[in-house]
Each structure stands twice: as structure tokens, then as C-alpha cells.
């Protein structure tokens, strides 16, 4: 199912010029008929995050995102595999505008961006949103205490349209999580609203603290307008 | 090897290193070593965070040489956290895990499986090459020198085996708060490197 998936975004895309709004249109059909499936066998069955298949196509999100990581003076990304965020990881990881270092845990990557904060290296971290639900003692022990700015980018896990029901939790609780630590946050779930990654990223330099930007499924799936 | 002795001993072989202190005794000891509350960054409580802060500030500016101590108590929270190190493998940063065998931020508890870890072994398990242990005050005069260099070719990974921190000191804790820390600890890296940390302008 899964390269059936990405052959029919990556025709859509290709297309795109001719005739965009017929192909976006098409190209959510398609998935919308096979996301269910693509999703259980990518994420339950495969070992390897890197292979797994909800985010084999390239939607170009991952290129539009790392554009604007550019545009920000962010050269430092620390990540850890979500499958929605696979496209954005492939890309700066073979981008040579980035410094992509894969971690072991959340913490690390917010260990990594506080320090190259320490070093005038612009940085984020990438990651899901259960990576990021372990994250409170890191980001208020270390980040609110001694009021170190860290960019966090994040999928918006749990909410509507996403079929994984041990997302569950993250829909219930991520972003009561954000709201109980005071942590700013802009959810993002169209192309057009991507220059709010320059704006949260600014924003956590001004206000010497973490923020977040949580990316939708519509936008990381390629169906966002 | 008293747990203090062996930071006076390597404080005296510093020369220009940025120092991270981590969770636990690290910060009150090399404190009590070095009184540095400007070229070292207190990590109060960072539980694992130590060395990968210091290998974010090492990526960015890399002609600085950090050591980034870390108790064994944070290590074994994050062991994982040397995989994420032999991969970046910046011949700029040094971790000492100081191996006491106990958490001994917390009345130095017991620490699980702690008269087996081996973690010389773990280190070199994961790829890591530089791995030294130190066991006495005299192998810190005679072999960390050399182990601390300038333009050694990788990361390094040193093991200094101590005994738990019993000692009172006068002055037990830096005396400066989290965000005076930070703006001290940064103005001097951006005097040194030039570097623009507060200036931040999109």
C-alpha cells in the first residue's frame, strides 16, 4: 500500500502545475482511501523508522520546511523519527545548509540546541509528539531556569484525522501540556502558514524560553492548501 | 581517589577549556576546585543533559575544547547518550563520567548494578576509541596531559573513578542565579569566539 501511496502524491505533485486543484484533490482521495492501512503496516510491523511508510512520498513539505529553517539562521537540527515527519528529516539530512544530528532521545536534542545556543548556532529540534510529552523536566529544568531559548517542531498527534489510537493520549493531553508549562505555540496546517516557523523561532529568541510549532497531518501528508 | 582531590587535580590541568558541570556533585566540586563562575556553565540538576549541551556548544564554535563532566548516576539515566557522541565524535569535547557508584546529588543512594558496570566497556561497545580510566591522583598528573592535548583526532571518553563526596565545603553551591550564570558564561564565549549569542536579530 504504501508505494502505491507515494506514487499517487508524487504524480499528483508532479502534475501540480498543469492542473493543481484537480491533482490535490485526487491526491487526497487516494490517500484518504489507503492512509488506514499504510499507517498500521508502517507503523506497527516495521522495525526501522526510517523505512516505515506513512511519510515515504515526498510531498515537498520536507523542502518548503527546511526553506524556511534556512530563511530563520537555523543550521543545527536534532531529530528523532515520527513517521509523519520522515520527509522533513530525509531533507535536512542530506541538506548542506544543516547540521543534522540524529539522537537517542528528546532530551538530547534539547541538550544539543541549548548548547549551540551557547554558540550563536541557530538550532531545533524535530521530533513527534510523544517524544515531546517527555520532555517537561528538560525544557523547565533546564531551558525556563536558566531561560535558554530552544525551537521545538513537533507533529499535532492525536488530533482529528489521525487513525492511530495509541495517539489517543497525545490528543488528549499535548496541548493542555504546552498551555500547564506557559510554552507558546503555533499549530501549522497549511503551506501557506509555514512562515510561522520564522515568527515562533524569532519569538523564542525574544522570549529567552522554549516554543513550539506542531505540524498537522494535512500539512506533513501533503493535503494541507 | 577522593572525589575532590581529583578535581583540584585536573583543575590544575586546565589551560583555556570551557567546563560544563553537570547534576550532582560535579557542579559543587569543580566549584570548590576551580571557584570559575565564568568560563563554566553550571548545569544544576541536568540529569544526562551535560554532555550533550557541551557537544551543541562544540559543534558551533569548534575551536573551543569543552570537558563536560557527568556523574555515573546521570549516565546511567542516558547511557544512550554516547551513541549520539561517538557519532558526532568532536575532537573538541571531552566527557568525564565521574564513576562514584552512587547518586550522589541524592545522600550518594545506591545506583543499580553499580560494582559491575563496566563503563569502559560500554563506551568501546559503542565505537568510542578514546576511552581512558583514571584511578589515582597520580595518573591524572601523568597520563591526562597527554589525554587532554590539543587537536587529538576524536572525542574522548574519560572515566575517573572516585569515592563518593562525603566533604562539607564553606562554600558549597556557586553563589550566582541560573540567569546571571548564563549571561556570564555567555558574554565571555562571545568575547572569546565573537560570536553574536544575545544579539539575536532576525
Known sequence: MVPVRAKAVEA?????????????????LVLDAIDPVAEFCGSEINGDSRSRGMAEGDTGIGRLVADELAFCGIKLV???????????????????????????????????CSGAFFGAMGSAALMGASGFMTLIYALTKINYTYEIPVFILMTLRGAGGDTQKHHISNGLYLLPVLESINMPYQIIDKRSDLGLISRSYRHSRTFSRPTAVIFSKELLLGRGA | MKYIDAFRALNR?????????????????????SKDS???????????????????????????????????????????????????????????????????GTLNADLPNSARNDYAAIARGMGIERVFTLNTIDEIETEFPAIAQPNVPAYTFVILE????????????????????????????????????FGFRL
Not at chain 2, 549516565?75 to 544512550?80: I, K, Q
Request: hydrophobic share 45%; charged share 20%; aromatic share 8%.
Open chain 1, 12 to 28: 499528483a505533485l508532479a502534475s501540480k502545475a498543469a492542473n493543481e486543484n484537480i491533482c490535490r484533490e485526487a491526491a487526497s
Open chain 1, 78 to 112: 536534532a531529530s528523532l523519527p515520527d513517521n509523519w515527519v520522515m520527509d522533513i528529516i530525509r531533507t535536512v539530512d542530506t541538506d548542506e545548509r544543516f547540521v543534522h544530528v540524529p539522537v537517542n532521545r528528546e532530551e538530547a536534542a534539547v541538550g544539543l
Open chain 2, 13 to 33: 590541568h586546565r589551560t583555556d577549556q570551557i567546563v560544563i558541570a553537570s547534576a550532582g556533585h560535579s557542579c559543587q566540586a569543580w566549584w570548590e576546585a
Open chain 2, 38 to 104: 565564568t568560563t563554566t556553565f553550571y548545569l544544576g540538576a541536568s540529569m544526562s543533559m551535560s554532555t550533550m549541551f557541551a557537544a551543541g556548544l562544540a559543534v558551533a564554535q569548534p575551536k573551543l575544547k569543552l570537558w563536560a563532566f557527568m556523574g555515573d548516576g546521570a549516565f546511567c539515566m542516558n547511557p544512550g547518550t554516547l551513541m549520539v557522541e561517538r557519532q558526532m565524535n568532536l575532537p573538541n569535547l571531552m566527557h568525564i563520567l565521574v564513576s562514584n557508584r552512587a547518586y550522589g
Open chain 2, 162 to 197: 572516585v569515592e563518593p563526596l562525603v566533604e562539607q565545603f564553606k562554600s558549597p553551591a556557586i553563589d550566582l542565579e541560573a540567569v546571571e550564570l548564563k549571561y556570564r558564561f555567555g558574554r565571555h564565549i562571545e568575547q572569546i569566539t565573537g560570536a553574536n549569542i
